[in-house]
T-cell receptor, first 112, second 116 residues
């Protein structure tokens, strides 16, 4: 059972464009939503995270938008750069249960 | 400082053999996690350690999988009688649990396991 659904599976964006990745969850006990960035041959690294008591969080070119009623959240990468080309995973965790439940990932390619 | 390290980086084995995967967490990190990353499947939780005990083993797919952690540091994931469906990247993560604060899990580079 896929508790966190992520789309699209892959994304191609031109340099300077906006990359948008969407996730939806079912478990209402989830209360923390991190995004991870993974480069080939490396482990995932935390990019940005949000709690459901806010609707948006911005860090540099990266923004998470959160819609609690719809149980959806998304990552926006502004002014996308070739160095942003990586696989992005959304994730969720609930309370003291620290294990991360991941989406299936989005492979982003930013072209020149 | 040093991050999470895993060994071996790659492992090729024959079906039916046992394998051991090692994780060295960041020094001082009390929590340790194992995940499995299969092609197109995202990352799947396997087991969580707090210190040397494993309060959550719910993700281990079968009794062929086991893990231990010693000295609150190094962890070993063992897969007995490997099957071809065990082929995946096995990722280890560690974190420092602080009461009342959300922890950040730091991942190692993974061990790529191929079962022939």
């Amino acid at each position: 059972q896929q508790q966190v659904k992520q789309s699209p599976q892959s994304l191609i964006v031109q340099k300077g464009g906006i990359s948008i990745i969407n996730c939806a969850y079912e478990n209402t006990a989830f209360d923390y939503f991190p995004w991870y960035q993974q480069f080939p041959g490396k482990g995932p690294a935390l990019l940005i995270a949000i709690r459901p008591d806010v609707s948006e969080k911005k860090e540099g070119r990266f923004t998470i938008s959160f819609n609690k009623s719809a149980k959806q959240f998304s990552l926006h990468i502004m002014d996308s750069q070739p160095g942003d080309s990586a696989t992005y995973f959304c994730a969720a965790t609930a309370g003291t249960a620290s294990k991360l439940t991941f989406g299936t990932g989005t492979r982003l390619q930013v072209t020149l | 400082g040093a991050g999470v390290s895993q060994s071996p980086s790659n492992k090729v084995t024959e079906k039916g053999k046992d394998v051991e995967l090692r994780c060295d967490p960041i020094s001082g990190h009390t929590a340790l996690y194992w995940y499995r990353q299969s092609l197109g499947q995202g990352l799947e939780f396997l087991i969580y350690f707090q210190g040397n005990s494993a309060p959550d083993k719910s993700g281990l797919p079968s009794d062929r999988f086991s893990a231990e952690r010693t000295g609150g540091s190094v962890s070993t994931l063992t897969i007995q009688r490997t099957q071809q469906e065990d082929s995946a990247v096995y990722l280890c993560a560690s974190s420092l649990r602080v009461r009342g604060m959300r922890e950040t899990q730091y991942f190692g580079p993974g061990t790529r396991l191929l079962v022939l």
